[in-house]
């Protein structure tokens, strides 16, 4: 999909248009009459999309970018739930109420969608209603790989893992360009910082990875992060 994004949508400014576009992953031949209209809206790295506890009206398509989803705990620590990638549907709720909070990782740009009146397209449209539903079993499954990930019993276990989930959506089998963090990746799986950034190092002094760049890891022997999974 090709969205013409205005150079003053920067720093989370809506820009003032509405497009039409398809839910993700449908091949071109199904998309007639299975379209959205949304907005159009810039974020630049760090800028909330929304918090935890605001009126859950939207729900919405990650255009270009990365969003992550959060909750920030009583004792101030940071749990990341999930990172949304470019064609990932998030923030659509079961209740009013969004339960994690959502951040700009990189620039990213979102196309967000009004759920009033959705549910009578649902109704509608047999096929909207299944991808629904075939996105809610999704993001189940996701989650439960998520707590799987967190249950890992070492922290290389769980580096190797997140290298491979990564490395996945992007579609590359030999380097992963991470735009997150250390911090993030902390956050996300349940370790600190300082043990994200020694297990990085093990790995690399492993044969296992190289890291070029702070933000580019070469996946030098991947039978070798596989194990580590097993």
Not at 71 to 84: K, N, S, Y
Not at 172 to 186: G, H, K, W, Y
Request: hydrophobic share 40%; glycine share 8%.
């Amino acid at each position: 999909m090709s969205v013409s994004i205005a150079v003053a949508a920067k720093h989370g400014n809506v820009v003032p248009s509405t497009v039409y576009s398809p839910i993700p992953r449908l091949e071109p031949e199904a998309r007639p009459g299975f379209e959205l209209s949304g907005v159009v809206t810039h974020f630049a790295p760090g800028r909330q999309l929304y918090a935890e506890g605001d009126d859950a009206r939207s729900f919405y398509k990650v255009v270009s970018g990365v969003v992550r989803t959060c909750r920030f705990l009583c004792d101030g620590r940071r749990q990341i739930d999930a990172f949304h990638m470019e064609g990932d549907v998030f923030g659509f709720e079961a209740g009013a109420d969004h339960r994690m909070a959502a951040e700009a990782v990189s620039d990213c740009t979102v196309i967000a969608y009004r759920r009033r009146g959705l549910e009578s397209m649902l109704f509608h449209d047999d096929r909207l209603g299944n991808w629904f539903f075939s996105h809610a079993m999704t993001t189940l499954a996701l989650a439960r790989e998520h707590s799987l990930l967190l249950g890992r019993g070492s922290a290389a276990q769980k580096i190797a893992a997140f290298l491979q989930e990564i490395a996945t959506r992007e579609g590359n089998e030999c380097f992963v360009d991470l735009p997150m963090s250390r911090q993030d990746i902390a956050d996300y799986l349940g370790l600190t910082i300082e043990t994200v950034s020694r297990t990085l190092s093990q790995l690399e002094r492993n044969g296992a990875i190289a890291l070029p760049t702070a933000r580019r890891v070469m996946l030098k022997d991947r039978q070798a992060l596989r194990t580590l999974t097993v």
